[in-house]
């Protein structure tokens, strides 16, 4: 009789045993099923359906968002940082707007390069074919002929691209910490600009040699200098120079301000040698009221010097002649002057 109730307690583990196997096994099968369910289902193309479209602004200004003038990326109506969740449960959307918005930054730092920093892009490979890919670098006036120092900038690796170090930063923080603007800024006053430089060769040397006649010859950012040069030390630039030829010039008299009184000694004493098709020293349509524009005879930028070499030494042989010719004259003149006041007085006597 003591037997008895253990046997019904072993047949009652065996059936619960049993049982929860049986419910194991069916739990197993809904989870099969509804991943099959699931595997059928493009999650992708079920979001999309509740995505509005990736198009977003192409400007800063359309997406209502500016730098002030910390450097920092700040709404125009609110002033807020920019917010990534601009909508709710859209990450996709979110994340692509956020790209839309670091695409424009590029080209924001792009320009600051090229017009605060004063930088050019140089595409690489140096002679890439029609269907050969390409990039760039940026490079500063005189990075391959300054024989002092050369900075070299390196950005990491994925969307940053030159003059970034983190578009990150850029958006949430500022632009002093997300480019490269800084380094270049901080380099550039170390080594000091091409202006500085020949403002100094001026004052130490130029100025100070014995020479009557000095003729100036300036390429390119060259004669930006050369302008910047008479607007720092006009009357001594006048007072010294006699003649002045610029190849591809990159001044400009209204960017950099020039006196109506510099304008006009340049329309007599300089002649630019611009980049062009027609042939050489075919005069060309001013585009500035400052000096006359001729052809260098190439639409090459670094071949304009050479080929007007001999065309800048015979424009320097004309004016130096003129010049010797007129003192030549108020020479005589003087002269003769004198000798007709003596005339004059020996008649009185």
């Known amino acids: 009789m003591l037997s008895h109730p253990r046997a019904v307690t072993l047949a009652l583990h065996i059936l619960w045993i049993a049982m929860a196997q049986a419910a194991g096994q069916e739990d197993r099968e809904k989870t099969t099923a509804l991943k099959d369910l699931l595997s059928k289902i493009d999650l992708d193309e079920l979001m999309k359906k509740d995505e509005p479209p990736f198009t977003f602004p192409k400007t800063l200004e359309e997406f209502e968002y500016a730098f002030n003038e910390h450097g920092q ?52 490979p140096v002679e890439a074919t029609d269907d050969e890919p390409t990039s760039f670098i940026y490079l500063s006036p005189d990075a391959l002929s300054n024989p002092s120092k050369l900075l070299v900038l390196i950005q990491g690796s994925g969307v940053v691209r030159a003059g970034q170090w983190a578009r990150r930063l850029i958006i949430n923080q500022d632009l002093d910490s997300g480019t490269q603007i800084p380094f270049i800024t901080r380099a550039m006053e170390e080594n000091g600009s091409s202006e500085e430089h020949v403002l100094y060769v001026w004052d130490n040397f130029v100025s100070k040699a014995a020479a009557k006649n000095v003729f100036i010859m300036a390429h390119s950012y060259g004669g930006l200098s050369f302008v910047e040069l008479m607007n720092q030390r006009e009357m001594q630039v006048k007072n010294r120079v006699c003649a002045v030829a610029l190849t591809d010039s990159a001044h400009n008299i209204w960017l950099q301000e020039t006196s109506k009184g510099t304008q006009d000694w340049m329309q007599q004493h300089c002649c630019n040698w611009v980049s062009s098709s027609e042939p050489l020293d075919t005069p060309l349509d001013p585009m500035l009221p400052d000096c006359p524009r ?52 020996h008649q009185d006597l």
């Open 73 to 124: 990326l700040r709404h125009m109506k609110t002033g807020e940082l920019f917010v990534f969740n601009a909508r709710e449960d859209l990450h996709r959307w979110n994340q692509k707007r956020y790209e839309a918005l670091g695409e424009i930054i590029t080209q924001y730092v792009y320009e600051l390069l090229e017009k605060k920093c004063n930088m050019t892009k140089a595409f690489l």
């Open 294 to 345: 001729v052809s260098a005879g190439t639409e090459r930028h670094e071949l304009t010097s050479w080929m007007s070499f001999v065309s800048i030494f015979r424009f320097f042989s004309e004016v130096l002649e003129a010049k010797e010719d007129e003192e030549a004259e108020e020479t005589s003149n003087t002269v003769t002057t004198r000798s007709s006041s003596l005339k004059i007085k």
